[in-house]
C-alpha cells in the first residue's frame, strides 16, 4: 500500500562508494533508487583525501540537490542518505550523514536501522562529558568513536560497534577510509557491489542496477567491512548471532526489482499470493492490488487462482504531501487524490483486494468504500502477511500497539471495521516459507516480532518506540 497513507514507515536507506571519479552524481544517482525509504530529507557527504564537505537539505532527493549544489561535492569517494523523519525528530540537524570535525579529522556517518540502547548510552556519555548536537540516535556511535582509547579507527569502530543494541546497518567516512557494519543479526538490508574498479555500498540492490554497478554478496551479520586506496577487507566486531532480516522488508518495504540474500523482493510477494491461495477459499470475479506494493502479491494470488487479475485501482503519479491533512474529511480526499478505482474493471463485480499489510485500518475501511461506490458487488480483502499486533523498536514507523487494528481486535471485528466482505491474513508459517530464506541455516532467519511478539534482541518494559525517545533519526 501506499505508505504514506497509513502510519508504515521505513526509516532510511544508506549509500556508499570508494574509488570513484564522480561520487556526488553517483550516490545522487542510488538516493534516487532509495527515495522510498525516506522522503524527509536527503544528504552527500564527499572526500577528497583531505576534507569531508557535505550538502544536505530536508526534501525529496531532487529538491536537495538542485540548483548545481552536487558540483562542489568533487573527490573520491562519498556516502548518502535518504531519511524519514520520525515524529519529533525532523529539522535539518538530524538529516544525514551526522559530519562531525576535530583537530584529529573528520568523520560523517550514514545510518539504516535504530539503536535500542541509544538512551542508556547517551546519558553515560552526557555523565563523561559528552554535548550532544543531534536528537538522533546515529550521533551516539560518533560519540563512542571518540571516547574510545584505541589509537585506530578499525580498533574504535569494533569498540564502539559491540556496545550498541538494535538494527543497524552504518556507513562511516573519513578522509581516508570507508567503514561498512551490519548488526549481529543483520536486521537491516545491506548490500556491497562494485561499479568498475570502486566499490560501493547500498540498502537495496535497486541502487546499483540504477547506477550499473554488480551486485557482490550481502554485508554479513557483525562483519565491518574496511575500504580505502589499498581495497577492501572483511573483519568482524562480532560473531554472526541468529539472523533476524526485517521481514517487512520482503512483504513491503523493499523495492520488487531488489534482491535481498538473493531473494528477489518481486519473486517472493508473488510467492506470497499464491500461498495465500493455497490457504484461503474465495470465489470471486476480479483480482486487483492496492499499488504499488500489493502487485506482485495480487499477480500470484491471481495466477495460483485462475481469478483474473486487473487494475481495479491506479495510482496518481503526481500527487504532491498535500494528503498530510489534520481533518478526516481531508485524509479522506488525500486517498482518494493518491488511489482510484476503476470503475469499468469493477462494477457489479466480486472484487478480491490484495494489500500487503493492515495497520490502522483505516485507509483499508477507504479503499474498500471507493471500490463499493465504484460498484463493486462484494468486496474480499486479502492480506499478502500475518496481523501486525505489536510495535517495531528497530527504525520502522509502526504505529504504537494500541494503534494497530489487529492488536486490539479479532479478524471477524476488522472485517466489520473496514467493510469488507471477507477479510483473509496469510499464516506466518506460510510467510516464511512463501519467501523462500530456507538454505541458508543459521542466516535464514527473520525478525518476526511485530507479527508474534518475539523480538530478536532483549527489549525492556524501558525500551521507547523510536518516535517516543529523546533520541530519534
Ligand atoms: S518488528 Fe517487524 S518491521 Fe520491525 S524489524 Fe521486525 S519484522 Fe521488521
Request: charged letters at 25%; proline letters at 4%; a negative charge.
Amino acid at each position: 500500500m501506499l505508505a504514506e497513507l497509513r502510519g508504515l514507515n521505513e526509516e532510511c536507506g544508506v549509500f556508499g562508494i570508494w574509488g570513484h571519479p564522480d561520487p556526488a552524481p553517483i550516490s545522487y544517482y542510488g538516493l534516487h533508487a532509495l527515495q522510498h525509504r525516506g522522503q524527509e530529507g536527503a544528504g552527500i557527504v564527499v572526500t577528497d583525501g583531505e576534507f569531508l564537505r557535505a550538502v544536505k537539505g530536508e526534501g525529496l532527493v531532487n529538491d536537495v540537490f538542485s540548483n548545481g549544489k552536487l558540483e562542489k561535492l568533487t573527490g573520491k569517494a562519498a556516502i548518502a542518505h535518504v531519511r524519514y523523519a520520525t515524529a519529533g525528530g525532523s529539522g535539518i540537524e538530524n538529516v544525514q550523514p551526522l559530519l562531525f570535525n576535530s583537530t584529529t579529522g573528520s568523520l560523517a556517518i550514514a545510518h539504516n536501522g535504530n539503536i535500542v540502547n541509544a538512551n542508556r548510552l547517551k546519558r553515560s556519555l552526557e555523565q563523561q562529558g559528552s554535548i550532544f548536537q543531534t536528537t538522533s540516535d546515529t550521533e551516539v556511535l560518533a560519540h563512542l568513536l571518540k571516547k574510545s582509547h584505541h589509537t585506530s579507527l578499525e580498533e574504535r569502530a569494533k569498540q564502539a560497534l559491540k556496545l550498541l543494541d538494535g538494527a543497524f546497518a552504518f556507513i562511516i567516512l573519513t578522509e581516508d577510509e570507508m567503514m561498512v557494519a551490519q548488526d549481529p543479526h543483520g536486521m537491516r538490508p545491506l548490500s556491497i557491489g562494485k561499479l568498475g574498479d570502486a566499490w560501493v555500498v547500498a540498502s537495496e540492490t535497486s541502487a546499483f542496477d540504477l547506477i550499473g554497478a554488480e551486485v557482490i554478496r550481502s554485508v554479513e551479520p557483525g562483519e565491518l567491512l574496511i575500504i580505502n586506496d589499498h581495497g577492501l577487507r572483511s573483519e568482524r566486531f562480532s560473531e554472526p548471532a541468529e539472523r533476524a532480516i526485517c521481514t517487512m522488508e520482503y512483504v513491503y518495504f523493499s523495492r520488487p526489482d531488489s534482491d535481498i540474500d538473493g531473494i528477489n523482493i518481486h519473486s517472493a510477494r508473488k510467492r506470497l499470493g499464491i500461498q495465500l491461495a493455497q490457504e484461503i477459499q474465495l470465489e470471486a470475479d476480479v483480482v486487483t492490488g492496492v499499488p504499488d506494493s500489493s502487485i506482485s502479491a495480487a499477480i500470484g494470488f491471481s495466477e495460483a487462482t485462475g481469478i483474473p487479475y486487473e487494475l481495479g485501482l491506479i495510482k496518481n503519479r503526481y500527487v504532491g504531501r498535500t494528503f498530510i491533512q489534520p481533518s478526516q474529511d481531508l485524509r479522506e480526499r488525500g486517498v482518494k487524490m493518491k488511489l482510484s478505482p476503476v470503475r469499468q474493471v469493477v462494477n457489479g463485480k466480486r472484487v478480491v483486494m490484495v494489500d500487503d499489510s493492515i495497520v490502522r485500518g483505516t485507509t483499508s475501511k477507504r479503499i474498500v468504500k471507493m471500490l463499493k461506490e465504484a460498484g463493486a458487488k462484494e468486496v474480499h480483502v486479502v492480506i499478502s502477511s500475518p496481523p501486525l499486533k505489536n510495535p517495531c523498536f528497530y527504525g520502522i514507523d509502526i504505529s504504537t500497539d494500541e494503534e494497530l487494528i489487529a492488536s486490539n481486535n479479532s479478524v471477524e471485528e476488522m472485517r466489520e471495521l473496514i467493510g469488507a466482505d471477507s477479510l483473509s491474513f496469510l499464516s506466518v508459517e506460510g510467510m516464511v516459507q512463501a519467501i523462500g530464506r530456507t538454505d541458508e541455516g543459521k542466516n535464514c532467519g527473520h525478525c518476526l516480532a511485530c507479527f508474534t511478539g518475539e523480538y530478536p534482541t532483549p527489549i525492556s518494559p524501558n525500551t521507547k518506540l523510536p518516535h517516543e525517545k529523546e533520541l530519534v533519526r
